[in-house]
């Protein structure tokens, strides 16, 4: 991949030039985001066509556009990614969650987990809140040992 | 032109229209922004009041939501055609700035401000916990009454039998204590010097009477309890089952068959094994505990304190247990349920399992459901059981301090032997009952969970009361004010549609798929209700019309026809049971059904199979139809119902639709255009609009959408060649 530049012009839209086409809106979007989290991204242009996919970005873009492209990524896919798990209650159904994410800390609420808690890996655990929004735990084994035993017993 | 001040503060805030507060910051984090639109100016600040940037309305030539994965973000375009990132929000705020977008899409063309822009809490007032649904009641303030005393409001129509059952069960804990009292007596007696046979034999006369007298109520009180317990769980079932089937629409969009019918089934078992088994002897033995502890009180009150001390560490172990193991068995609750979905699932799908050779790989995903599931009741019932060691451990500690403590005064002669035999007799009636009340724990947990997830169902969003509202029969016409809904309200399906049909017209309902037609005819049947407009019936807003006798009046014919397990004619004659035979067949010629069903060895009386699966596609199409006719609704809708036929069968359908169209109101989509060739007037839907309407031939010469549409599907030859035909 080269001859790849994208860059935000004006503050919020993305565009892209590859070799002698300039593309003034472009999306980027995962492909499969849940089974291969880090694989497949796909640019599109402003009507919603695939311009071209890559299937490793870290290792095939060249560093500066993998790095914008992370920058676009974080504002388009607005899960929050949960480092800790500060508490963990479930009442009459409905489980109350307050985390440490990496966009911060936050509260949300999730009903039947047995729906809503989804594992992607034996490790890797999406929630879908009441609202449909969606928290990540990437690597439960990563999380702290009490962080561990809240989820454990609840999930 | 765009501008961002990062320094100036906010004025006093004059002619604010609109405010929104979005929940995520510009660099995607959580925390809040708050957007207010004026007449002139959309304005975002921070929460300190300073303002981040502001955005001309004049300059505005469109906003909107644009939506994210778990959120949106709000974006203005100037008339330069610059773009403007204005918030980001989550889903939770998506739908109130896809309306803000609107509002400022009205200013902008110098319009008043018309949108719906609710003030909705997602937090509950009193407690501060989030609302499992906006505006909605929070769960742990509102049902702190406990699962329990919401169980027990079950009880309230056969109060009598309960009141008999609490004096069957006095009875009985006073007549248990009766007999250590007498083997005291006796050998206190005894020591005493007494030799007397008639003294014995009368003492051993009152045990028989009373052990007669404790068989008696115990006969009585298993059978009361199993009659109440039998009728609780039967009215909680069938309670269950009524929410369930008052849940409006998107509750089964998202949820599995398999997960709601366990709610039905397994956990009211649950909730009335333990009423039937638990909790008499809960009542029973707890009342017991009250009555012995007082007895060994009015003995020696020195000894009762010290042999009844551990108690409360016995007391605490439940409580502390409770919670975990609480919720290992919720949990293993799930772990059932997923096994029963995958049953369900595989069973239902058993022929493409075949087709597709999958019965290994079927095989193997229930295998792992079923670990899963052995592993969680094995984690559930070990916690369970080590728990039980320690409650095991502290309730003997009270025979112990009893030997050591009465012993010794026994053995000094400040307790009498009848006395000190007495109370360790108690003292197993005591710590019995107390080592049982953590076995109870166990059923405890397991029928608390299942109620819990019982009462989660009745308490869900329901659809709006069936009984109340307009009754009148209704002619048929239906119009649409403005509509806008989505399933995901934050991405609207439907965006503004209006039109009016006459009662009796037949209207097509055209468009690419996700055009909203099926939506559409989705609104019309009320199984959703508009975010915004109305649904006019006869002129009347549809949500004043009581909805029974809306739906009774209105006929759908799905494009997969789903029959009960049954006969023929009890399918055809569900809409309206007290049909005749000959009514039945009526209808049955007039869906072009009646000469196959004649043709199966039982006519009307065969039976359909679960699903209808002892029949043709096209079978099951003609009898569904038949019972719409026989329902003889004043608006009809067919929803693809042609599409999954042959050519011939299709002839017969559109025959049978024929006779079913006549004089009612009627909405068709139909993926095959020629279906439609009967229609009064079509409407063609595009990105949730009507862009188009008219007949065919309007729609074919003005060369629009509908054109195009006929033209790349290649239906024009379709058209022609049945209009030859």
């Known amino acids: 991949m080269k001859n790849i530049e994208i860059f935000y012009k004006p503050e919020g839209r993305l565009r892209l030039t590859m070799e002698d086409r300039s593309y003034t809106e472009v999306k980027l979007a995962w492909a499969s985001p849940l089974s291969y989290p880090d694989k497949y991204l796909a640019f599109m242009d402003g009507k919603g066509r695939e311009i071209f996919m890559v299937t490793h970005p870290e290792k095939e873009l060249p560093k500066d556009v993998w790095e914008m492209a992370k920058i676009e990524l974080h504002r388009r896919y607005l899960n929050g990614v949960i480092h800790k798990i500060v508490t963990l209650k479930t009442e009459f159904g409905s489980t109350y969650w307050r985390v440490v994410t990496d966009r911060g800390e936050t509260d949300f609420l999730t009903q039947s987990l047995q729906e809503n808690a989804q594992w992607l890996t034996p490790t890797y655990l999406m929630l879908v809140d009441v609202d449909g929004n969606r928290y990540e735990i990437t690597d439960i084994n990563a999380l702290d040992e009490r962080s561990q035993e809240l989820l454990s017993v609840t999930v | 032109m765009l501008s961002a001040d990062q320094n100036s503060t906010v004025r006093e805030p004059e002619g604010v229209l609109a405010e929104l507060t979005a929940d995520l910051t510009e660099d995607g984090r959580y925390g809040e922004r708050i957007v207010r639109v004026t ?66 899409e009205q200013l902008a063309k110098g319009d008043e401000l018309s ?51 609490a004096i069957y069960a006095t009875c009985s804990t006073l007549l248990v204590l009766v007999p250590p009292k007498l083997q005291g007596t006796i050998l206190d007696s005894f020591n005493a010097g007494n030799r007397d046979p008639q003294f014995l034999f009368g003492m051993i006369g009152i045990w028989g009477g009373v052990l007669v007298g404790m068989a008696t109520l115990q006969v009585l009180t298993g059978r009361l309890t ?76 020195l000894l009762a304190v010290l042999i009844l001390a551990p108690i409360p560490m016995v007391a605490l172990i439940s409580m502390k247990a409770w919670k975990p193991i609480s919720n290992l068995f919720f949990r293993a609750s799930q772990k059932m349920a997923r096994v029963h979905m995958h049953l369900n699932e595989s069973l239902m799908g058993i022929r493409v399992v075949k087709a597709f050779a999958k019965e290994d790989s079927e095989f193997e995903r229930f295998r792992l459901r079923s670990e899963e599931l052995r592993n969680a009741n094995v984690k559930a019932d070990q916690t369970w059981h080590t728990a039980f060691g320690f409650m095991t451990l502290s309730v003997s500690l009270g025979t112990v301090i009893h030997w050591l403590v009465g012993g010794t005064m026994l053995f000094r002669g400040e307790l009498k032997f009848g006395e000190f035999y007495m109370i360790n007799a108690y003292l197993g009636m005591v710590y019995g009952p107390l080592q049982w009340f953590a076995s109870v724990n166990n059923w405890f947990s397991r029928a608390m969970a299942g109620a819990e997830r019982i009462f989660e169902i009745m308490d869900m969003k329901q659809e709006p009361a069936f009984a109340g509202g307009d009754t009148r029969k209704i002619e048929g016409s239906v119009s649409f004010n403005d509509v806008r809904f989505g399933y995901d309200k934050s991405n609207p399906v439907i965006n503004g549609v209006s039109f009016d049909v006459k009662a009796g017209e037949m209207i097509g309902l055209v468009g690419q798929s996700g055009a909203g037609k099926s939506t559409t005819i989705n609104l019309i049947s009320r199984f959703y209700e508009p975010d915004q407009g109305e649904i006019l019936i006869d002129g009347i807003d549809f949500r004043k019309l009581d909805l029974r006798t809306y739906r009774n009046q209105i006929g759908i014919v799905l494009q997969e026809p789903f029959l009960f397990a049954g006969t023929v004619a009890e399918n055809i004659k569900y809409g309206n049971p007290d049909a005749s035979l000959e009514e039945v067949m009526e209808a049955a010629k007039a ?18 199979g679960e699903r209808g699966a002892k ?83 309007e729609l074919m010469e003005s060369k629009g959408k509908f054109y195009t549409l006929v033209q790349t599907q290649s239906a024009v030859n379709e058209i022609i060649g049945i209009g030859a035909g």
Not at chain 2, 53 to 78: M, Q
Not at chain 2, 591 to 608: C, E, P
Request: proline fraction near 3%; charge should be positive; hydrophobic fraction near 45%.
């Open chain 2, 226 to 301: 199993t009659w109440l317990g039998a009728h609780l769980a039967s009215d909680l079932r069938t309670k269950t089952y009524r929410s369930i089937e008052f849940l409006t629409l998107d509750y089964f969009d998202k949820k599995p068959v398999g997960a709601i019918a366990s709610r039905v089934t397994q956990d009211t078992d649950r909730v009335w094994f333990f009423l039937v088994d638990g909790l008499p002897f809960l009542v029973i033995n707890g009342f017991m505990l009250l009555a012995v502890a007082a007895v060994i009180f009015s003995i020696n009150p």
């Open chain 2, 591 to 608: 869906a072009n059904a009646h000469d196959f069903i004649l043709s199966k060895s039982d006519g009307y009386d065969t039976i359909v």
């Open chain 2, 615 to 697: 029949l043709s596609g096209g079978e099951k199409q003609r009898i569904s139809i038949a019972r719409a006719i026989l329902h003889d609704p004043r608006i009809l809708i067919l929803d693809e119902a042609t599409s999954s036929v042959d050519v011939e069968t299709e002839r017969k359908i559109q025959e049978a639709i024929l006779n079913l169209v006549k004089g009612r109101t009627t909405f068709a989509i139909a993926h095959r255009l020629s279906t439609l060739r009967n229609a009064d007037r079509l409407l063609v839907m595009d990105r949730g609009k009507v862009v188009e309407q008219g007949t065919h031939e």
């Open chain 2, 115 to 165: 949108i719906n822009l609710l003030v909705e809490k997602i937090r509950c007032e009193k407690c501060g916990k989030l609302l499992p649904e906006k505006n909605g009641v929070c769960p742990s303030c509102i049902n702190r009454g406990k699962t329990m005393l919401r169980l027990g409001a079950f009880l309230k129509p056969y109060k009598s039998k309960a009141i008999l059952l």
């Open chain 2, 39 to 104: 007449r002139e100016l959309v304005t975002v600040l921070d929460l300190s009041g300073a303002v981040l940037l502001t955005f001309p309305i004049s300059d505005l030539e469109s906003a909107k939501n644009d939506s994210l994965v778990s959120g949106g973000r709000l974006i203005l375009r100037s008339k330069s055609h610059e773009d403007l990132i204005v918030a980001y929000y989550s889903l939770t705020m998506a739908q109130q700035f896809g309306e803000l977008a609107r509002g400022i």
